[in-house]
């Protein structure tokens, strides 16, 4: 791929071209950036290697999620301005640069280079490589963007599902002394698997930046009518750029619900595991045996992954607010119900979990699109970016929040039920709290709208281009879509037999 092939007037779509193959583009980069969501796979091999604790070790991942949210904000409109394929090329050398980076830190047995590698320079190429599919696909999806969102980030979701099984298999080639028990391999074992999942990725995410195009200005598919977005209150057909948006009530009332969706979400998600046997633990023994938590830890990733694009999908036909009424408000019946009720019945937490999970991954997916509705399609990426400081923020309040209640209470995996209560309530007011901020959200007041003159590349046109729904597939979208489908059912089928442990 010559530098040149970069520049966004290269990516232009000509006519005729199927918009369903940007899907598949978007897919190739969150397949690979959601292995962020697999570092407990080798977080006991670190923690050996380098002689360290767990919050030493975990400080790796916390850097990635910042790193994200910072690299989101702080590059969104360059992401924008420059095009989709730039940035996804700059997200892959990053990202697989983190994990070179990363596996010489492991090598040479110096824990500040796997900070560097993958903490700061592969949380760069993560925060790029997390944004730069999403404005693509809204503009190319203005029908459906909730449906087009869904798919990309229920990528991310599937990246985690495929990089737990794909790196413990690889750990276990590289090192034939590996236990899969206490997920110990040896340092070189680990620092071989961060190259190749470097290369691996690189590969996949260039596939990705390849095929990917943006619509020209005067394009609209098939059968879409303008008019019937304009006649919905909650959606606007103005434009508002970046900046401006951070004046706006409706970002940082946005900010505060995606920040109380996550908050709560990684509640239960930071303590999956532990949690379950505590909520069932009789006579200082649980009833819940480990490889059955490990199980629930896998269902609620398959929940996770499936609440991406079931909800977001959702969202196009019942609307962005009130979808988000949805998470929060049944979000708030449901953890006072595991506060409650939680220990009565193994499957009745599991499925509550699971539901609320599903609601904390629906939340991700669907603030693009929700975005799209306040402020257009102008700068959407670049506003994505800055909301995505609440994913930072929440990844480092929630684990603060939570641990620190249940440290009062003792030592996650030898607590009993009520000593979650504390922590499930407090959740509880969280949600509350974003649950007041959505329905706070009006429409954005028309001072904030750009004028027809300032918008260039960005503020879709009114002329019927149409697409190829209907058309003969291509050999081309046939390859995209295994090359992307394949290693997504691949996980989701080794997540759904670690789930099955469950039961």
């Given amino acids: 791929m010559s530098l040149a092939m970069l520049d966004r007037d290269k990516t232009i779509a000509p006519p005729g071209f199927n918009r369903w193959l940007i899907p598949p583009a978007a897919l190739a980069v969150h397949l690979c950036i959601g292995q962020v969501y697999a570092t407990s796979v080798y977080k006991a091999s670190l923690v050996q290697r380098f002689d360290a604790s767990l919050t030493s070790i975990g400080v790796i991942f916390s850097l990635a999620i910042v790193m994200l949210g910072l690299s989101a904000a702080i590059f969104g409109t360059w992401v924008d301005t420059g095009g989709p394929r730039r940035a996804m090329a700059t997200s892959a050398v990053f990202w697989a640069g983190g994990f070179m980076v990363g596996a010489l830190g492991i090598a040479t047995s110096q824990l500040w280079l796997v900070y560097l ?15 730069s599919p999403v404005s693509t696909l809204i503009k190319w999806f203005p029908d459906r963007p909730g449906l087009a969102t869904g798919m990309a980030i229920m990528g991310f979701g599937g990246g985690a599902a495929l990089a737990s099984p794909l790196s413990t298999r690889l750990l276990r080639a590289y090192d034939s002394n590996f236990d ?4 110990v391999a040896s340092g070189p074992a680990v620092a071989q698997l961060f190259v190749t999942l470097g290369l691996v990725y690189l590969v996949l995410m260039l596939f990705g930046a390849w095929l990917v195009k943006v619509p020209a200005d005067d394009w609209k598919p098939e059968g879409f009518d303008a008019s019937k977005v304009a006649s919905k209150s909650m959606v606007t057909t103005a434009h508002v750029s970046a900046n401006n948006a ?6 940082w009332l946005l900010w ?8 709560a979400g990684i509640g239960i998600l930071e303590q999956a595991a532990p949690m379950i046997q505590d909520f069932f633990r009789e006579g200082g023994s649980s009833t819940v045996a480990a490889a059955a938590a490990g199980g629930f830890v896998g269902l609620l990733s398959l929940f996770n992954l499936a609440g991406r694009f079931i909800w977001s999908s959702a969202s196009d036909s019942i ?16 953890y006072a119900l595991l506060a409650f009720q939680g220990s009565t019945s193994t499957t009745l937490f ?3 979990a699971g539901v609320i999970i599903s609601f904390y991954g629906g939340g991700f997916a669907t603030a693009p699109a929700y975005l799209r509705d306040l402020f257009g399609t102008f700068q959407v990426g670049a506003i994505h970016g800055r909301l995505l400081t609440a994913w930072a923020a ?6 603060l929040i939570v641990n620190g209640i249940l440290d009062a209470q003792g030592e996650p ?7 979650y209560r504390p922590a499930l309530l407090t959740m509880v007011g969280v949600l509350a709290v974003g649950f007041v901020a959505n329905l706070a959200i009006r429409p954005v007041s028309e001072k904030f709208h750009e004028s027809e003159s300032s918008l260039s590349g960005g503020a879709a046109g009114t002329e019927k281009v149409g697409d190829t729904i209907g058309k003969p597939l291509s050999p081309l979208l046939v390859v995209a879509w295994v090359v992307v489908s394949v290693p997504l059912i691949y996980g989701i089928y080794q997540t759904a037999v670690r789930a099955a442990n469950l039961f």
């Fill in 117 to 131: 590698g993958y903490g700061v320079i592969g949380g760069i190429g993560l925060g790029i490589g997390y944004i």
């Fill in 180 to 183: 899969t028990a206490t997920g």
């Fill in 246 to 251: 951070l004046r706006t009530p409706q970002f």
């Fill in 256 to 263: 505060v619900v995606l920040f109380c969706n996550v908050t």
């Fill in 319 to 334: 609307g962005r607010k009130n979808i988000y009424v949805m998470y929060l408000g049944i979000g708030i019946i449901l």
């Fill in 350 to 352: 599991a499925l509550t």
């Fill in 394 to 399: 929440a990844g480092v309040v929630g684990p």
């Fill in 413 to 419: 995996g030898n607590l009993v039920a009520g000593d």
